[in-house]
């Protein structure tokens, strides 16, 4: 059974870091692209990063560019999320999935599997 569990969420004030991780069991990292999604309240689901199969390519959206970096670690059967010098439009649920399409732009309909979402939020 293919399950991803994201934790790490959190209050943060602007300018801050928070590291997310997914932990994904039933599965092997080498088998599906792993993508990092975010959703506001009253916005639709986003792309933020993801990261390709065995080469391990990653793949960003101009918004976080810079800011952001996905990372993994297979004997850990985790992905991670590091978010640098946060803003307050950062805040959202963030959610992993995997089954996608390693490229950009990054589109939630493309991935299969999700996990239950970590809120973030970015405020003073």
């Known amino acids: 059974q293919v399950q991803l569990v994201e934790s790490g969420g959190g209050l943060v004030q602007p300018g801050g870091s928070l590291r997310l991780s997914c932990v994904v069991s039933g599965f092997s990292l080498d088998w599906y692209p792993i993508g990092w999604f975010r959703q506001a309240p009253g916005k639709e689901r986003e792309g933020v990063s993801c990261i390709s199969t065995i080469e391990g390519r990653t793949y960003y959206a101009e918004s976080v560019k810079g800011r952001f970096t996905i990372s993994r670690d297979n004997a850990k059967n985790t992905v991670y999320l590091e978010m640098n010098s946060l803003k307050p439009e950062d805040t959202a649920i963030y959610y992993c999935?995997?089954?996608?399409?390693?490229?950009?732009?990054?589109?939630?309909?493309?991935?299969?599997?999700w996990g239950q979402g970590t809120q973030v939020t970015v405020s003073s």
């Open positions: 999935a995997a089954g996608g399409i390693a490229r950009t732009p990054i589109m939630p309909h493309e991935y299969d599997y």
